[in-house]
């Protein structure tokens, strides 16, 4: 059976609306500074990769104890991100949250289609992209963007069980991989549990 005509209609504002948010958010990305902990973590991210590259051989990896409380997993990618790219440090940095925040805004609008149709897909992604917290901090904030995106995708992960009782246990691996993951930016992420 196809979709309503509607559908077709929401679902492919929803695509030029995620293509307008991602290019403005791209255009913009040279127009953000850092946050005054993106030098503690940029060195924290440093020392995770030296230490996942050393099996377990780089001692001041634990100096910096304020930020060793939370997982390592998004200073890992984005100390990857940076190391690939040819661009500088803080811009690659923005660039790595910006993906965060990019799988947030599709998680987003997965669940919203999946409980609210196309419609809801297309409101959903709209409400966050207006959110004013969540636009700014995807630049630059190293801890929550991360967090979110994880957290979304968990829960997109989660809704994309319920078959119940026909369970398909692939998708129930990959939640437990991305509630895993959430946890791995912020112990919070245990709650998905």
Excluded at 76 to 93: D, G, H, K, Y
Excluded at 116 to 143: D, I, R
């Amino acid at each position: 059976m196809r979709p309503p005509a509607s559908d077709a209609v929401w679902s492919r504002a929803s695509r030029v609306l995620f293509v307008l948010v991602a290019g403005v958010m791209l255009a913009t990305v040279l127009d953000y500074g850092i946050s005054g902990d993106a030098g503690v973590q940029h060195r924290w991210g440093k020392r995770l990769v030296r230490w996942y590259a050393s099996f377990g051989n780089e001692p001041r990896v634990t100096d910096d104890l304020d930020i060793t409380k939370y997982g390592g997993f998004c200073e890992v990618v984005t100390q990857l991100v940076v190391l690939a790219s040819p661009l500088e440090t803080w811009t690659s940095r923005h660039l790595a949250n910006l993906g965060f925040a990019f799988a947030a805004f599709l998680a987003v609008l997965w669940m919203g289609r999946r409980l609210g149709g196309a419609a809801g897909g297309f409101f959903a992604l709209l409400f966050l992209a207006l959110t004013p917290p969540f636009y700014g901090n995807a630049f630059f904030n190293a801890k929550d963007t991360p967090f979110a995106a994880m957290y979304a995708l968990a829960v997109a992960a989660i809704l994309a069980c319920d078959d119940w009782p026909r369970v398909r246990w692939a998708r129930v691996l990959g939640a437990g991989a991305l509630i895993g993951l959430a946890a791995a930016v912020r112990v919070g992420g245990i709650v998905l549990f």
